[in-house]
């Protein structure tokens, strides 16, 4: 039997996408704070990219979230954690506190990195619908997993990150020998070869084609029961009472940490966060 995770063990981080220059991580850091989450930015230098990714117009998210975290993971294992839970930077809010989240999860048995879903099946070679089918008839309804937002033992997300790593070298050559491609038809693999340069710096790209094989390192919490997603409208968290929103159309269940997949206005992310988690009239 696997040990739990707890407060001990268990390591709550983030990273900012871009310089934050807006500030924009103030929003879930002061969430974390009011729930006394010993929530972590790892810093390190910026120094020179991986060599291939010298020359690109994007943000790349795999060196930035991926890449240079790992050697965080590395030594939080050799500190002695167990678990880490990532949150994007930018438009995640804690709305329970560190215990509550760890006990959930606990209760869950989850076997491998728990994702984050999305509410609608969004995948990256977006022209390829089989492609999101075969995931939701693996996963479920709202399958489809979005990387901001996870958790797991800290051995799964590095051999995870390792593969995604592996996964994307093979992507930058060309080379489609590596056993994950085997997976995909050759309509998909004529799509990634294609779209190359729009895909090739997202780390959720490369969960999803891994996602696609039925990876055993990758679940979705597509119940909402921990990790909870939600668009275009702010739910009403407060009370943990059953989960009610401004619009009809949006679930979050019993999730206790969110994840918006577009960034609201300021003022009114804000005034949400005021009002419906910290409980500021």
């Known amino acids: 039997m696997k040990e739990q995770a707890t407060l001990d063990n268990t390591i709550f981080y983030s990273v900012a996408k871009y310089p934050d220059l807006n500030n924009v991580v103030r929003f879930i ?17 910026k120094g020179d990219l991986h060599p291939n990714h010298q020359n690109h117009d994007k943000v790349d998210y795999v060196d930035i979230k991926i890449r240079r975290i790992l050697p965080f993971l590395e030594q939080w294992k050799t500190d002695g954690k167990k678990y880490a839970l990532y949150a994007d930077a930018r438009d995640v809010v804690f709305v329970d506190t560190a215990q509550n989240i760890l006990d959930t999860y606990n209760n869950m048995n989850v076997s491998g990195v728990l994702f984050n879903a999305d509410d609608f099946c969004k995948t990256w ?46 992507f930058y050559h060309n080379d489609f020998s590596y056993y994950v491609f085997k997976h995909f038809n050759e309509a998909l693999i004529n799509d990634i070869a294609q779209n190359k340069d729009l895909y090739k710096n997202d780390d959720e790209y490369y969960i999803q084609l891994l996602q696609y094989t ?26 943990r009472q059953p989960r009610r929103t401004y619009c009809d159309h949006t679930y979050i269940g019993t999730a206790k940490v969110l994840h918006c997949s577009r960034f609201m206005n300021t003022i009114c992310w804000d005034a949400w966060i005021n009002e419906e988690i910290l409980r500021i009239k």
């Not at 619908?129 to 996870?150: D, M, P, R």
Request: proline share 3%; net charge negative.
């Open 29 to 45: 850091k002061k969430t974390a704070d009011y729930f006394a989450i010993a929530l972590q930015f790892p810093i390190f230098e």
């Open 125 to 170: 070679p977006c022209k390829q619908w089989q492609y999101t089918s075969k995931i939701v008839n693996q996963y479920g309804g709202h399958g489809v997993i979005n990387a901001g937002l996870f958790i797991g033992m800290i051995d799964d997300i590095i051999e995870l990150f390792n593969q995604i790593l592996e996964l994307q070298e093979r």
């Open 214 to 239: 039925n990876s055993q390192l990758i679940q979705t919490d597509k119940d909402k029961l921990l990790l909870g997603w939600f668009r275009d409208c702010f739910p009403l968290v407060h009370d």
